[in-house]
């Protein structure tokens, strides 16, 4: 009796079948973004220029100790706190920047034991080796929450629109430059130049 032939499975469309569901995973799957804060490191100076005499009211320090607690200025500060005192010292303008102006925009209280200009303003932030993460990046939001703040408000006042629209409009046309709106956003960014110095953590 003769065998018969095992019937024979057409499997040419299996491929086509196969790329068309690789593509549609491809479309409808959404890519999470990492998220962090944005740090660009200074270039390397070469020259051997003297560093700058800073005076101690223009120095906002920040220490974040072991137990996670906040002391600014040498006295213990709520996390929550912490955002208006770094406000409260880049509005001060209880002086002169380097060219000899005095911070027309400026509206805090003037305080001539505060910050002189924000273009002199630093603030030095220092954690222990043993500090949380959380308790780290929470600080660094808040202080970066004060430049912000300052920055929104010079934005609304001078061209009647948000800090924060002018940068996404400035990333969503990366491609297409807007010398008007660049020269906007850095127009904003010397009234408030964001100068956070981070200090190395304690070995011990």
């Known amino acids: 009796m003769a065998k018969r032939a095992a019937p024979e499975v057409n499997a040419g469309s299996m491929a086509d079948i196969a790329f068309l ?24 100076d070469d020259s051997e220029t003297e560093p700058p005499i ?10 974040i100790n072991r137990q996670n607690q906040l002391l600014v200025e040498d006295e213990q500060m709520e996390l929550k706190d912490l955002r208006q005192a770094a406000i409260d010292f880049l509005d001060n303008g209880g002086g002169v920047n380097p060219e000899g102006e005095r911070c027309d925009y400026c509206r805090g209280k003037r305080d001539p034991s505060s910050s002189d200009h924000p273009d002199k303003a630093i603030i ?26 300052l920055r929104e408000r010079e934005a609304q006042r001078l061209f009647n629109r948000s800090y924060e629209s002018m940068l ?9 430059k807007d010398e008007k709106l660049n020269e906007q956003i850095e127009t904003i960014k010397k ?3 964001m100068k956070l110095s981070e200090a190395e953590p304690d070995k011990n």
Do not use: W
């Open 21 to 44: 569901l690789l593509i549609f995973f491809l479309v409808t799957t959404t890519i999470e973004k990492d998220k962090g804060i944005l740090r660009s490191l200074p270039p390397i």
């Open 54 to 63: 800073i005076k101690q009211k223009n120095l906002f320090t920040v220490l």
């Open 124 to 149: 030095s932030m220092k954690h222990d080796r043993e500090t949380s993460y959380e308790q780290y990046i929470e600080v660094q939001s808040n202080l970066m929450a004060a430049y912000n703040y």
């Open 168 to 176: 996404a409009e400035k990333e969503k046309n990366q491609f297409k």
């Open 191 to 193: 009234m408030f130049p």
